[in-house]
């Protein structure tokens, strides 16, 4: 009884982990019912071959949510049906309550006051947050035809400093309901390992 009350505390503490990631997807295309997911390769714009470490990631984020869809990877694109563009663009955001060139603080002055001679004055100042707007690309051509098959889009508003750790779950947000196209932008929540 001591070992399945372990593994149960086990499961739920891997739950507590997991939690949920919000971005707005859009999908375009018609993905002929004929055809069904198969062997892929990556394929890169010259831009992306700039910096191979980079571009190594953000492929690597976007595999699972490929497989989730039923692609499989293959090394030698020579053998793949498919050729997939990936990409990713974090653009820095300005503070949004903020109707003035920065800067983005604002000093201020509180006191207390108690029983017993307890008083003081505080000095602080407030720093509204800097966003991130991320943003993940994915488009899937026929390598023979050069058709464009399926293209989507996930975006998201978050804090500064994570973006490596969301890129898997917001290709998944992309990918979610593949190979249907989304009528317009619409939100997509998926689970997010932190």
């Known amino acids: 009884m001591g070992l399945l009350a372990l593994s149960a505390a086990g499961l739920l503490s891997g739950c507590a982990a997991m939690k949920s990631l919000s971005s707005e997807v859009s999908s375009f295309g018609t993905w002929p019912t004929t055809r069904a997911p198969g062997a892929y390769a990556f394929e890169r714009l010259p831009s992306q071959k700039v910096d191979v470490a980079s571009q190594d990631k953000i492929e690597a984020a976007a595999e699972p949510a490929l497989?989730?869809?039923?692609?499989?990877?293959v090394e030698d694109a020579a053998k793949a049906e498919y050729a997939v563009q990936v990409s990713a663009h974090v653009v820095n955001m300005p503070p949004r309550y903020v109707d003035r060139p920065g800067p983005y603080w604002y000093p201020s002055i509180g006191g207390w006051w108690g029983s017993g001679g307890w008083s003081g004055v505080s000095l602080g100042i407030?720093?509204?947050?800097?966003?991130?707007?991320?943003?993940?690309?994915?488009?899937?051509?026929?390598r023979k035809t050069n058709e464009v098959l399926y293209e989507t889009h996930a975006v998201r508003e978050q804090n500064t400093g994570y973006v490596d750790k969301v890129l898997p779950a917001m290709f998944a947000a992309a990918l979610k309901g593949f190979p249907q196209a989304s009528s317009g932008p619409k939100v997509v929540t998926v689970p997010y390992e932190p």
């Open 67 to 73: 497989a989730e869809a039923g692609f499989t990877k």
């Open 126 to 142: 407030m720093v509204e947050p800097s966003t991130n707007q991320v943003q993940v690309d994915l488009l899937v051509r026929d």
